[in-house]
Every structure is written in C-alpha cells, then in structure tokens.
C-alpha cells in the first residue's frame, strides 16, 4: 500500500506532531509496512479461529465486591492536600 508523505504530515497534523522531513520520511517508510502487514493479516482465514481475550491464557480472578469498614479514616485525610473536617476540601468545579 502506497502512502504519500503529505498523508504522514495529515496524520502528524492531526496528532499535533511537528516532523523535519527526515521523519516524516522515517514514518512514511514505517507506515507503509504496518499497513502492508495488516493487509497480510487479512489475507487469513480465521473463521474457525475462536475469539482470544489472552494468549497467555489468563483468566479474571474476580471476588465479590463487599463494602467493609475502614477503620483509619484520619490516616487517608492525612494526605489530603487540604481538608475541612472530616472530609477531603476540593476546589469547586461547578459554577
């Protein structure tokens, strides 16, 4: 697939990227053989590929989410950069 280099200084643009012409060179060149690799991928037959979440294959180990007392509350408002009273003071967002 052929890619043009006012298409990398339309995708530098729009990533808010500023190249010197050696790079959008460089990322011309890397641009073209992503794209031709996707193009490969493709080309495959994965019908009978079932879907993968992990190749590792990692499974979830979730538990329940039970709510329990903490029993510290002035340890967590010590790191509060401020507070009033028992609770974290946040500067107001809402006018």
Do not use: C, H
Not at 39 to 63: I, M, Y
Request: glycine content about 4%.
């Amino acid at each position: 697939m052929a890619i043009e280099e006012e298409d990398v200084r339309k995708i530098a643009k729009l990533a808010r990227l500023d190249l010197g012409p050696e790079e959008i060179k460089l990322f011309q060149s890397q641009l073209v053989k992503i794209l031709d690799s996707m193009a490969e991928l493709s080309a495959l037959d994965t019908d009978k590929v079932p879907p993968t979440n992990s190749v590792l294959g990692a499974v979830n180990r979730l538990r329940e989410d039970e709510p329990k007392p903490f029993g510290e509350p002035e340890r967590l408002l010590d790191n509060a950069p401020e507070r009033e009273g028992p609770y974290f003071k946040v500067p107001k967002v809402i006018e």
